[in-house]
């Protein structure tokens, strides 16, 4: 198969700003602050009591990993292992 990106008008517009060093026009309106210091934890708490103490606006990122354990053989989900 060939490669798609060498006929697609995005890619090609894509590839043609990252290579002059210039910003596409969805990021060009963006300002956002850098942050003096960032922090990295995982936590493993009771998440109401937590999110009690976390200050408003101060966190930019969560990512959340479910367990795959609660779902079954076939394919259904259940509460109970």
Avoid: W, Y
């Amino acid at each position: 198969m060939s490669n798609r990106s060498h006929t697609n008008s995005a890619h090609r517009t894509m590839n043609f700003l990252r290579k002059k060093g210039l910003p596409h026009s969805s990021v060009a309106d963006i300002e956002a602050a850098q942050p003096d210091e960032t922090v990295h934890a995982v936590v493993v708490a009771d998440c109401l009591e937590l999110l009690g103490r976390i200050p408003d606006d101060s966190i930019q990122l969560v990512i959340c990993d479910p367990p795959t354990t609660s779902a079954s053989r076939n394919g259904t989900c259940s509460t109970t292992m």
